[in-house]
């Protein structure tokens, strides 16, 4: 009905319109995208589409959006790192390229947080990124620029990793999906900083979108013949699934009690699976998950099973030059000379205080292994457990620094390696967006992903963050 031109020049027009106020896309490859779109229109003008081109080319001219540690060839590359300032991508990372033979148009990149390792983006070379619901508000970390992109209207999907949310808390706070799938099924290759060595296994490359339906299509082209892991064909009945709830993580020290409006939001979903699918959510608590921060900070610090240590944050700061040192760092700063931002200096600080207690961090790696022994059998093959995605609705800019370890209500999933998807579940009372973490057992992705698009029509899915 509209041509692949059309479609990418509204696209632009519309990142012209609302990247001013929220500087979600942070390089853009307007001129290139609009000639891609060019040769789309030429190839389905030479010939009817039929459904062998749709089955070669799903995304054939949609408009997509890459977060900047990925490389996307001829686009910067420096993840908030001033010292990769000059860096540009000299070829594609890999699901990049998957989706480009998809049929896939990029429009750019879009901003994170420094090094990936932080739940607000904002960095020394773009600036920080606001939400489109309320500019006043973070969107989350570390690929908050894709879902605020996303949440805005300015593209159409996107690719995110998670180490420790970095999907899935963009995805909530800015009312979007997301999906972190099974570890070691998509490809991390060509990101910067990537995994090395046990954290290899928590990092995850998945899909980010405004529409459900879409996760699904976009997991297999990012997956690759890695998709032959995961059972996406199997048609998934919603009332056979073990619906299983846990309202919060039972009361860490360190993280905030789960707002009400949250709980309420649950307690409704909840109901509403009760009373539509003849079905009854089972209430656990699972004690372990108190303790998601400490476990998730003593296995990112672990060494894997070759005894290859963890690499250091501080080292990473350096990129391969002379490590930063994070207490002068932290003199500059208060200066204004240092080019980190103060969470990565802060992070580095805390690095050095894990490494005073290894006695301690190998009881919590094994608390950890023993959680994910007792997680497997809780969902079994047919488990999906409703989890909140965090403790409070998008908060305010700079306030992540109060309480820093929020973020352990996506982290634990990441060493548990289960498939999450983040689906959002309307508006509070402050117009902000509420959701819900969907949590399967390994490999059962497709679940998820069911029970995601079955909340959609529910609940209404994402909505248009402008004034009606």
Excluded at 332 to 349: D, N, R, Y
Excluded at 413 to 441: D, K, R, Y
Aim: proline residues 6%; charged residues 20%.
């Amino acid at each position: 009905q509209v041509s692949c031109v059309e479609v990418l020049e509204a696209y632009i027009e519309r990142n012209r319109e609302v990247n001013p106020l929220t500087n979600a896309l942070v390089c853009d490859r307007f001129e290139e995208a609009l000639e891609e779109a060019r040769q789309v229109d030429k190839l389905l003008a030479e010939g009817p589409g039929d459904d062998a081109l749709e089955e070669k080319l799903p995304f054939l001219g949609v408009p997509v959006t890459i977060k900047e540690a990925f490389a996307l060839h001829g686009m910067p590359n420096t993840s908030g790192l001033v010292s990769r300032r000059n860096v540009i991508a000299a070829s594609d990372a890999a699901v990049v390229s998957r989706l480009k033979q998809a049929g896939a148009i990029p429009l750019g990149v879009t901003n994170c947080s420094e090094l990936c390792m932080w739940y607000e983006s904002s960095n020394r070379v773009y600036g920080r990124t606001n939400n489109p619901y309320d500019l006043q508000r973070i969107v989350g970390g570390s690929s908050g620029g894709e879902g605020c992109v996303l949440a805005a209207a300015c593209s159409v999907i996107g690719v995110g990793s998670d180490i420790g949310g970095s999907i899935r808390m963009p995805a909530f706070f800015n009312g979007v999906f997301g999906h972190k799938p099974t570890t070691g099924v998509v490809p991390n290759d060509g990101q910067f900083p990537n995994a090395q060595g046990a954290r290899t296994s928590f990092l995850c490359t998945g899909p980010m979108c405004r529409y459900a339906e879409d996760l699904e299509p976009m997991l297999r082209v990012m997956a690759g013949p890695g998709v032959r892991k995961l059972k996406l064909d199997e048609k998934v009945s919603l009332e056979k699934i073990k619906f299983l709830c846990m309202d919060h993580d039972g009361g860490s020290i360190f993280v905030s009690p789960v707002e009400k409006e949250i709980l309420q939001m649950q307690k409704k979903l909840v109901e509403h699976l009760e009373r539509e699918l003849g079905i009854q959510v089972q209430r656990v608590a699972i004690h372990k998950m108190k303790y998601s921060f400490q476990i998730w900070s003593a296995m990112m610090s672990s060494s894997d099973s070759d005894g290859q240590e963890a690499q250091l944050f501080t080292d990473l700061l350096g990129d391969h030059g002379k490590p930063v040192w994070p207490l002068w760092e932290l003199i500059k700063w208060l200066v204004g000379m240092s080019s980190h931002t103060f969470p990565a200096i802060a992070l580095g600080l805390t690095e050095k205080l894990l490494k005073l207690n290894p006695g301690g961090n190998a009881k919590l790696v094994s608390m950890g292994k023993s959680l994910q022994a007792e997680m497997e059998t809780l969902l079994g093959p047919d488990g999906v457990l409703l989890y909140p995605s965090h403790p409070t609705v998008a908060p305010k800019h700079h306030s992540p620094l109060c309480m820093p370890f929020n973020f352990a209500y996506t982290a634990i999933f990441n060493i548990l390696g289960l498939p999450v998807t983040q689906c959002p579940l309307g508006l509070s009372s402050e117009g902000l967006p509420l959701g819900i973490q969907l949590v399967a057992g390994a490999y059962n992705d497709h679940l998820t992903l069911a029970v995601a698009q079955y909340l959609e029509k529910a609940f209404g899915g994402w909505v248009f963050p402008g004034k009606a």
